[in-house]
């Protein structure tokens, strides 16, 4: 059996026969930052591969709209708000769109600043084909 250094923790490790060009040894660290460097490559470079990122994330936000304000009402502890007609955010975004023929999206996040002023901050996306 040959022998090898993991790319991602430096250690030495056996390489299995039926993977001879494997880098990463089998820990379970190793194994999570293996898997995120794929998945980062792909979104990089294949285009149908991030589409369909893009389009999950959309579907699962769309199954859990309330989920940032439940998550931020879990962190302060704050007694949940009495129900509303009106929609609220369902982020920390207070606007956002896009050009999806441009392949171009945005958001501004409205936050407090310094002293409690206002503070906009825009955020833009560029896809780059």
């Known amino acids: 059996m040959t022998r090898s250094v993991c790319v991602s923790c430096g250690q030495e490790f056996l390489v299995r026969p039926q993977s001879p060009k494997q880098t990463f040894c089998p820990g379970s660290d190793c194994q999570r930052e293996r898997r995120r460097r794929w998945a980062q490559a792909k979104l990089k470079e294949d285009p149908d591969y991030r589409a369909n990122q893009l389009a999950?994330?959309?579907?699962?936000?769309?199954?859990?709209?309330?989920?940032?304000?439940?998550?931020?009402?879990?962190?302060?502890?704050?007694?949940?708000?009495?129900?509303?007609?009106?929609?609220?955010?369902?982020?920390?975004?207070?606007?956002?769109?896009?050009?999806?023929?441009?392949?171009?999206?945005?958001?501004?996040?409205?936050?407090?600043?310094?002293?409690?002023?206002?503070?906009?901050?825009?955020?833009?996306?560029?896809?780059?084909?």
Not at 75 to 85: G, H
Not at 102 to 119: D, F, K, N, V
């Open 56 to 129: 999950a994330q959309r579907a699962w936000h769309a199954r859990h709209p309330e989920y940032w304000q439940t998550y931020r009402r879990r962190q302060s502890n704050e007694p949940p708000p009495s129900p509303s007609p009106t929609k609220s955010a369902t982020s920390d975004a207070s606007i956002f769109g896009a050009d999806q023929f441009g392949g171009r999206w945005w958001m501004e996040i409205r936050t407090s600043g310094p002293g409690g002023a206002p503070q906009t901050v825009r955020v833009e996306l560029t896809l780059n084909s």
